[in-house]
């Protein structure tokens, strides 16, 4: 992990047609297949289906955010978290 970014997550939402998110973030849930899951830094290695639902994400400076999608798959490894969707930016 990057000792500037000590204590954060990098987070990206793609779907096919474009990057939806990117940021530095302090903790992220997202709609599992069985209930919300937590992840924060230090998180354990984890692929894992997405439910439709909300990404609720915490930015580095503290602001929350929220973002739909309709199912997909979720990635964690060394405080980077990859989620892939089926939907865009209309949707």
Do not use: C, F
């Not at 894992?48 to 798959?73: D, M, N, P, V």
Request: glycine letters at 14%.
């Amino acid at each position: 992990m990057n000792p500037e970014n000590a204590g954060n997550l990098h987070l990206k939402v793609i779907s096919p047609e474009a990057l939806l998110l990117e940021a530095e973030v302090s903790e992220v849930q997202v709609p599992g297949l069985d209930g919300y899951l937590g992840i924060w830094p230090g998180h354990r290695p984890l692929n894992a289906g997405l439910a439709e639902g909300e990404i609720i994400y915490r930015l580095a400076s503290g602001q929350t955010g929220t973002l739909k999608i309709k199912g997909g798959l979720v990635t964690v490894e060394n405080d980077k978290i990859i989620v892939l969707t089926g939907m865009d930016h209309d949707d």
